[in-house]
């Protein structure tokens, strides 16, 4: 392996390790390549109002799944809390109707109180603070949460299932009507 | 030649597994692993990609079990001193309760209290309780969103993926950490000033 090789092994894993890297870090196009022979993608996403373009590794196609048959794939799942936590400020983040590029925990903590009657501080705090963005799926800006790069690079399947979830919630009779934020 | 492309798809599902799975892949579920041309293109992608395969050994060390993909030993070097989201104490909390059950439990065979209760009874260097109460439990909570730890505050599934070469320089570290004046301790630092001296002659 040369030199050259060697750093763009370095660099796909400093982009696997931070979730996303600004775009002109990344020799791209070497990256895409050896991310191909891997079942990988390497994708080119806009940045947060403005901002410079950022990479994100993805996969090729559908992402695998964990599968408790053969052939056997041990796959973490999101808790069940951080799941819901997931799903309303994935629907706050996506409403049609408010156009919000960012969601605080106010919001979610309230939205969550909305629709269930119970309070979720317990569990929604620690999803949004902690869960979430490790998991890639939510980034932390001054003005609140944002899609993450692992959000922001999700497969077409995965995408539609939640825009489904999100459509349901919008339809709730109890879903916020306060509009643009 | 479609033979070729089967086995073109087989590593390229292992890699994919591998880089996705959460805990040791079986060789007979994956066909790449269980042949050796096929297991070394699955090595040749994953060194591409800045990470390594690693085989797991069964529980009497005699035969591999499985396989998992983790960080090549360069690229572990390289982003080690990247932010990681970890905040200082939750770096002396992981090496606690490293110490705890690895070195006191495993290496010594002490018995050992609750690593709650060590926890407790452990103060810093003022005297004063470490980290407790809030602090602790944020910092529990980010340990194990990385599978740094267990819920029961175990040593955690990340660091079954660390490779020989990883371990040792964990072992080393914990010698600088415990016994900075011993001669060993200077050794280390001495091969690791060697190896930065010989990076950067490079």
Not at chain 1, 158 to 176: F, G, K, N, S, Y
Not at chain 2, 24 to 43: E, G, K
Not at chain 2, 174 to 184: A, E, K, M, N, Q
């Amino acid at each position: 392996m040369t030199a050259q090789d060697d750093e763009v092994a370095l660099s796909l894993a400093r982009l696997r390790r931070a979730g996303w890297l600004p775009a002109s870090d990344l020799p791209f196009a070497q990256a895409e390549e050896r991310a191909a022979q891997a079942g990988r993608q390497v994708i080119i996403a806009d940045g947060e109002d403005g901002a410079a373009a950022v990479a994100v590794l993805t996969w090729q196609g559908t992402e695998p799944a964990g599968s408790k048959s053969s052939p056997w794939l041990p796959r973490r799942t999101l808790p069940a809390n951080a799941t819901k936590t997931l799903v309303v400020a994935h629907a706050l983040l996506t409403d049609p109707l408010a156009s919000r590029s960012a969601v605080t925990q106010v919001q979610v903590l309230a939205v969550i109180r909305l629709l269930t009657s119970r309070d979720a501080d317990s569990w929604a705090v620690p999803a949004l603070q902690q869960v979430l963005p490790q998991a890639g799926l939510l980034i932390l800006l001054d003005e609140g949460w944002a899609a993450g790069p692992v959000m922001r690079a999700w497969d077409p399947p995965t995408r539609d299932v939640m825009r489904h979830a999100a459509r349901r919630l919008w339809e709730h009779p109890m879903w916020p009507v306060t509009r643009h934020g | 030649m479609d033979d070729e492309v089967t086995d073109e798809e087989e590593v390229i599902a292992a890699v994919r597994a591998l880089e996705a799975a959460d805990g040791p892949l079986r060789s007979r579920d994956w066909p790449a692993l269980a042949d050796a041309r096929l297991c070394q293109l699955v090595v040749h992608r994953l060194r591409g990609l800045g990470r390594q395969l690693l085989p797991v050994m069964d529980e009497a060390g005699s035969a591999v079990a499985g396989y998992l993909s983790t960080w090549s030993d360069e690229a572990a070097h390289d982003i080690a001193g990247a932010l990681s989201g970890l905040q200082e104490d939750d770096l002396a909390l992981l090496t606690l309760i490293y110490l705890h059950w690895e070195i006191l439990g495993r290496v010594l065979g002490e018995n050992l209290r609750p690593v709650t209760e060590q926890l407790d009874a452990y103060e810093g260097s003022t005297g004063r309780d470490a980290i407790q109460g809030e602090s602790r439990r944020d910092s529990l909570t980010r340990l194990r969103a990385r599978q740094l730890i267990t819920v029961d505050n175990r040593p955690g599934p990340a660091l079954k993926r660390l490779t020989p070469a990883q371990r040792t320089w964990l072992d080393q570290n914990l010698v600088l950490l415990l016994r900075p004046d011993h001669t060993w301790a200077e050794e280390i630092r001495q091969s690791r000033q060697a190896r930065v001296s010989g990076m950067e002659a490079t």
